[in-house]
């Protein structure tokens, strides 16, 4: 049940809330701001209500009554979704120059409901949504990175300008007795143009209390109250929509009739206890179910709805789904051409049949008597319901094997004589994946272990040290790949097992154990056929595994095999293949034996062999899934097809959790590095407090720089520079909040060694200024600072022209989730943290420039700090050996993009750093020049001593 819908404003309301938004930066102006636009909207809703007189458009319907003001729960009552309208097409109509259209849909949701003075008549306050017709792309469709475990490439999406759509805040009256309602409102809707009208409008609907079959739709009609010749006006819009009240089963007897008819079909599995059949049909709505003919349907009328053989549907989907008690449901099934992934067909009436239906328990099985919807051509709110001769039954499939996938199948057929019109030849049907929870006593049979053994018997792979999934999680056996084609065209696509032994993989993404005892000989020796057990005998580290490939080709990819191809309609062509074969635990192999459906007659091609080298758990750079999908028919056959490569950057379930345990790690050492930094600077300020005389000697440069490195987290957005992509994939996503948790500690701890470190810098240039007489100090720090910035400058270009010159040649495999190039801004940030890592090349240069053995810095201060600043090294090159390499969107501690890090730089830049704490030590004992060679010092002034007379 869909929430209520906020009331919609009026155009001006929204331009007034857009507006007055600056101003809301006070809590009184806020509060000012509500109660004058609570004011001023209440006043425009109630004028626009009022508008036109209720008792002129209604009361002939429903007289208009006064409420007591005793207020009914709106919840579950008198509401609808989904639905199909006619009409109002200078507003829902399509756009020729759209780039996208959307089904139609209605959403009618009570908000409040009151009793009246007229007993069965309630006051209503409702939202009325069309949503349909045409979106306009502005910009975007670009493909982002692909989240592990999703199916398809992530997309980032496009911005819409949004046509066709209105929306009504609506107030009227309903009538228990006669199951009418009258209503009048205001709303807003987008034109063809995208132009926002304000509209005026009488709604009057048929929604009986209590409903059954014939009378399972609410019908009704939306007119405009505006003038004809107005630009708000639009053409009348007639609904229909499926009702959601209190339903009465009448044709029960005739399903459970039709049930005991059928023969022949196969085993079905009971449904266990508690669960009821809408529970598994809600699993299988959304994949809907793929219609298959007889092949005597070229000369007899196989349509449900008496079309003719051009337009046989193709799909089927269920929608509107609802329970009774004993087993029993009604709902409505809607055929297409076109299959709505995840979604119900609409509720267009030439191609809609209702039904009830039962469980039988006995025979496990659904039996659902259908009807037809009649006389809608003129008006949809003229929709009965007829002709309920249409009988369905489904069930749950007890053994599924490469060619039988689907966990639901059945079959409809036509209750009448042959020479009856409306007849129509038995359709089977079935779903279009294995969705839902695996139900208890369902088996796999493998019936092409004997090509497996054929085929797969050849490849031998050698042995490594390398551990590869050992099939128990099925998590680690799914994979998202890419597709390319010998041209170099490529596709996306996923991989998911079916089973491995005689475990099954559901929905949900989780390994369902049928028994005890299944699971134990799942991993042994399966019972499933001989030959597969021949297979297993002879190494113990090979499991069966069954599983479904599928991928989605533009037109534009070349791939033989196509010769079907145009029964899909868009400009991608879903390829699902159907696979099974054993996998070698040892060596990573994955080795079957596919078939694919060629679409017409329901023909197959299993002349398909796959091959795939699963990644190691304990992977090394550049070593990622690869694989292949070959045709074993020769080239002259009209379905033979060119060899397919396979590639995968999926990570397995073990790494995930194991690198969301290192992102835990990262942010323990963020906060010990930023609190011993705190200590640091602290000793380094109560060094300073005992020696005052030295505070002049620091040089002000490397104290700015060290400022820096706590302030810019604070200045920029410190979410993005800390975590840097909160969209970052999704298995990356499970820390349990830690991460949310922790970036208030890390903010306080920055801001407190941002203080810290500013008061050092604060007392030094006070204590500089003080000793304004001293000019040697000043002059040593220009000279310090005139050599340092042509330093720095002069290492950027030449770390920017290494970067360049390395992008400019031919780019290897990219290794894990490291793809894109650094951008300028990021190479900046690298190298600004090398600078930040020679903190003490300005104290250097300042000490050299003075000759000064002045004590300034604190042993505690200069060792401590390069500690702080060389630990990100000594851990990168730890989480090198130990984690999953170049994982950029998850580092935290350590971030390639702060710094630069490798084998080379996490060897230099720490024993830089303890050659400058070696530096720093002989100056202040020996001097500033001591660092140069004895002959090239400067020499020592002695002082000239009086000579006193004899």
């Known amino acids: 049940m869909a929430p209520p819908t906020p009331s919609p404003l009026s155009k001006k309301s929204r331009v007034r809330v857009r507006v007055s938004s600056m101003f809301l930066q006070t809590p009184w102006c806020f509060l000012l701001f509500l109660s004058i636009l609570s004011t001023k909207f209440s006043s425009s809703s109630s004028s626009s209500l009022t508008k036109f007189s209720y008792t002129q458009h209604c009361n002939s319907l429903i007289p208009k009554s006064i409420s007591n003001g005793i207020k009914i729960d709106p919840l579950g009552f008198l509401q609808f979704q989904g639905g199909y309208f006619t009409g109002g097409e200078n507003f829902l109509g399509q756009n020729s120059q759209s780039s996208f259209s959307l089904p139609k849909s209605i959403h009618f949701t009570t908000t409040n409901l009151y009793k009246t003075e007229i007993e069965g008549v309630l006051k209503v306050e409702a939202n009325l949504d069309f949503r349909g017709g045409s979106l306009y792309a502005i910009?975007?469709?670009?493909?982002?990175?692909?989240?592990?475990?999703?199916?398809?490439?992530?997309?980032?999406?496009?911005?819409f300008r949004r046509r066709g759509r209105l929306?009504?805040?609506?107030?009227?009256?309903?009538?228990?007795?006669?199951?009418?309602?009258?209503?009048?409102?205001?709303?807003?809707?987008?034109?063809?143009l995208g132009n926002s009208h304000d509209l005026s409008v009488v709604v009057k609907l048929n929604y009986p209390k209590i409903s059954n079959i014939s009378t399972s739709f609410v019908t009704g009609t939306v007119e405009s109250l505006d003038a004809y010749d107005n630009s708000n006006y639009f053409d009348p819009i007639s609904l229909l929509a499926f009702s959601q009240k209190t339903y009465e089963y009448t044709?029960?007897?005739?399903?459970?009739?039709?049930?005991?008819?059928v023969d022949g079909m196969n085993k079905s599995l009971s449904l266990e206890s508690g669960m009821s059949i809408c529970s598994r049909l809600w699993n299988l709505?959304?994949?809907?179910?793929?219609?298959?003919?007889?092949?005597?349907?070229?000369?007899?009328?196989?349509?449900?709805?008496?079309?003719?053989?051009?337009?046989?549907?193709?799909?089927?989907?269920?929608?509107?789904?609802?329970?009774?008690?004993?087993?029993?449901?009604?709902?409505?099934?809607?055929?297409?051409?076109?299959?709505?992934?995840?979604?119900?067909?609409?509720?267009?009436?030439?191609?809609?049949?209702?039904?009830?239906?039962?469980?039988?328990?006995?025979?496990?099985?659904?039996?659902?008597?259908?009807?037809?919807?009649?006389?809608?051509?003129?008006?949809?709110?003229?929709?009965?319901?007829?002709?309920?001769?249409?009988?369905?039954?489904?069930?749950?499939?007890?053994?599924?094997?490469?060619?039988?996938r689907s966990s639901a199948v059945g079959h409809m057929w036509s209750d009448k004589n042959v020479n009856d019109s409306g007849y129509f030849e038995k359709i089977s049907f079935r779903s279009l994946e294995n969705r839902g929870t695996a139900l208890p006593g369902l088996t796999y049979e493998y019936t092409e272990m004997d090509r497996v053994r054929e085929s797969c018997g050849?490849?031998?792979?050698?042995?490594?040290?390398?551990?590869?999934?050992?099939?128990?999680?099925?998590?680690?056996?799914r994979f998202d790949m890419s597709v390319k084609n010998t041209q170099g065209k490529t596709a996306w696509g996923y991989s998911t097992p079916v089973a491995i032994g005689d475990r099954f993989y559901n929905s949900i993404s989780v390994a369902v154990a049928l028994s005890p005892e299944s699971y134990e000989r799942s991993f042994s020796v399966a019972s499933s056929s001989d030959a597969e057990v021949q297979v297993l005998k002879s190494n113990h580290s090979l499991l069966n595994v069954s599983y479904m490939i599928s991928f989605t080709l533009s037109r534009s990819f070349q791939w033989g095999g196509f010769s079907s191809s145009k029964m899909f309609s868009g400009s991608h062509i879903p390829i699902d293949i159907s696979a099974e074969g054993i996998y070698d635990t040892e060596t990573g192999v994955l080795c079957m034996v596919g078939c694919r459906s060629l679409g017409s007659n329901n023909s197959m091609d299993c002349g398909i062999l796959i091959n795939v080298q699963l990644s190691p758990l304990n992977p090394e750079s550049e070593v990622h899934l690869k694989g292949t999908i070959k045709s074993t028919r020769g080239k002259r056959d009209p379905i033979y097809f060119e060899p397919l490569e396979l590639s995968s950057n999926s990570i397995?379930?073990?790494?995930?959790?194991?690198?969301?345990?290192?992102?835990?790690?990262?942010?323990?050492?963020?906060?010990?590095?930023?609190?011993?930094?705190?200590?640091?600077?602290?000793?380094?300020?109560?060094?300073?407090?005992?020696?005052?005389?030295?505070?002049?000697?620091?040089?002000?440069?490397?104290?700015?720089?060290?400022?820096?490195?706590?302030?810019?987290?604070?200045?920029?957005?410190?979410?993005?520079?800390?975590?840097?992509?909160?969209?970052?994939?999704?298995?990356?996503?499970?820390?349990?909040?830690?991460?949310?948790?922790?970036?208030?500690?890390?903010?306080?701890?920055?801001?407190?060694?941002?203080?810290?470190?500013?008061?050092?810098?604060?007392?030094?240039?006070?204590?500089r200024l003080a000793e304004g007489s001293k000019k040697s100090f000043w002059a040593a720090e220009k000279k310090a600072v005139c050599l340092c910035l042509p330093l720095y400058l002069v290492g950027g270009l030449i770390a920017w022209f290494f970067r360049w010159k390395m992008y400019q040649v031919?780019?290897?495999?990219?290794?894990?989730?490291?793809?894109?190039?650094?951008?300028?801004?990021?190479?900046?940030?690298?190298?600004?943290?090398?600078?930040?890592?020679?903190?003490?090349?300005?104290?250097?240069?300042?000490?050299?420039?003075?000759?000064?053995?002045?004590?300034?810095?604190?042993?505690?201060?200069?060792?401590?700090?390069?500690?702080?600043?060389?630990?990100?090294?000594?851990?990168?090159?730890?989480?090198?050996?130990?984690?999953?390499?170049?994982?950029?969107?998850?580092?935290?501690?350590?971030?390639?993009?702060?710094?630069?890090?490798?084998?080379a730089w996490d060897v230099i830049i720490p024993c830089g750093g303890l050659l400058f704490c070696i530096l720093i030590y002989l100056q202040q004992r020996f001097g500033g020049t001591c660092i140069l060679p004895m002959r090239f010092r400067q020499p020592s002034e002695y002082e000239k001593v009086p000579v006193v007379s004899g």
Request: with cysteine.
């Open 652 to 767: 397995y379930t073990a790494q995930a959790e194991k690198s969301i345990w290192r992102m835990d790690l990262e942010i323990t050492m963020v906060l010990i590095s930023l609190t011993l930094a705190c200590v640091f600077i602290g000793l380094q300020l109560f060094y300073m407090k005992k020696h005052p005389d030295v505070i002049p000697s620091m040089s002000l440069m490397m104290l700015v720089i060290l400022t820096l490195w706590h302030m810019i987290p604070l200045v920029l957005n410190f979410e993005a520079f800390f975590l840097r992509d909160r969209n970052r994939d999704n298995v990356l996503l499970w820390s349990g909040g830690w991460l949310e948790a922790n970036e208030v500690i890390v903010r306080v701890v920055t801001m407190v060694a941002f203080v810290l470190q500013f008061r050092l810098l604060q007392l030094t240039w006070s204590a």
């Open 285 to 404: 709505a959304g994949g809907g179910f793929k219609l298959e003919y007889d092949s005597s349907c070229s000369s007899r009328n196989c349509s449900p709805f008496g079309m003719s053989v051009g337009s046989l549907p193709t799909f089927m989907s269920m929608g509107g789904i609802q329970c009774g008690d004993k087993g029993r449901l009604h709902m409505y099934l809607g055929f297409s051409n076109s299959s709505y992934n995840g979604y119900s067909l609409p509720l267009a009436p030439e191609s809609t049949l209702v039904g009830e239906g039962i469980w039988d328990g006995e025979k496990n099985r659904l039996c659902v008597v259908a009807c037809r919807l009649m006389n809608f051509a003129g008006s949809l709110a003229n929709t009965s319901v007829g002709d309920c001769t249409v009988r369905l039954v489904l069930g749950f499939p007890a053994i599924l094997s490469i060619r039988e």
């Open 458 to 477: 050849k490849n031998t792979v050698k042995k490594s040290r390398r551990r590869y999934p050992d099939g128990y999680s099925f998590g680690d056996m």
């Open 139 to 159: 910009s975007g469709n670009r493909t982002a990175g692909r989240s592990l475990y999703n199916r398809r490439p992530r997309r980032i999406p496009r911005t």
């Open 251 to 261: 044709m029960i007897s005739q399903a459970e009739k039709a049930c005991s008819s």
């Open 810 to 903: 031919p780019l290897r495999k990219s290794r894990m989730f490291h793809h894109s190039r650094h951008s300028i801004w990021e190479d900046l940030r690298s190298y600004a943290g090398l600078v930040l890592d020679g903190f003490l090349v300005p104290q250097i240069l300042l000490n050299f420039f003075g000759n000064s053995k002045d004590k300034a810095l604190s042993p505690f201060f200069y060792v401590g700090t390069t500690v702080v600043r060389s630990l990100p090294h000594a851990y990168d090159a730890y989480r090198t050996r130990e984690y999953i390499p170049h994982f950029n969107a998850s580092y935290i501690y350590a971030n390639p993009e702060g710094d630069y890090y490798s084998i």
């Open 167 to 192: 929306s009504l805040e609506l107030e009227g009256f309903w009538s228990e007795s006669t199951g009418k309602f009258c209503l009048i409102g205001s709303g807003f809707g987008y034109s063809k």
